[in-house]
């Protein structure tokens, strides 16, 4: 699996952003998806995740209510709209997937779960 993310920038406090994710190399539905970010200094941590269907989901407390993740089956893509942006919220963001077994609902926030990364994109939130 190739991930390829983009939609990284500079924004203000309360702005928004949308990051996209396009996977590649092996069936959409075989794999559910995760954002994580990484600030500087910091641990790898969790944002957001969504099943191979898109009708399941789980947000990490920080973001809650705040981003919304959603997934484009016919486009091979996953999305992470961000809305309500803190300078907290300043980091390399990362998408990610997890092999499932058929069906499965299962998400995960721990990364060591997710199999294959895509290369990072920033995001800076100015106050």
């Known amino acids: 699996v190739q991930l390829q993310a983009s939609g990284g920038g500079l924004v203000q406090a309360g702005g928004s952003l949308r990051l996209s994710c396009a996977a590649s190399?092996?069936?959409?539905?075989?794999?559910?998806m995760g954002w994580f970010r990484q600030a500087p200094g910091k641990e790898r941590e969790f944002v957001a995740a969504?099943?191979?269907?898109?009708?399941?989901?789980y947000y990490a407390d920080s973001v809650k209510g705040r981003f919304t993740i959603s997934r484009d089956s016919a486009k091979n893509t996953v999305y992470l709209q961000m809305n309500s942006l803190k300078p907290e919220d300043t980091a390399v963001y990362y998408c990610?997937?997890?092999?499932?077994?058929?069906?499965?609902?299962?998400?995960?926030?721990?990364?060591?779960?997710?199999?294959?990364w895509g290369q990072g994109t920033q995001v800076t939130v100015s106050s």
């Open positions: 990610a997937a997890s092999i499932i077994e058929p069906l499965s609902d299962y998400l995960s926030p721990k990364a060591y779960e997710y199999d294959y």
């Open positions: 969504i099943s191979w269907y898109g009708g399941s989901t």
């Open positions: 190399g092996r069936p959409f539905r075989t794999y559910a």
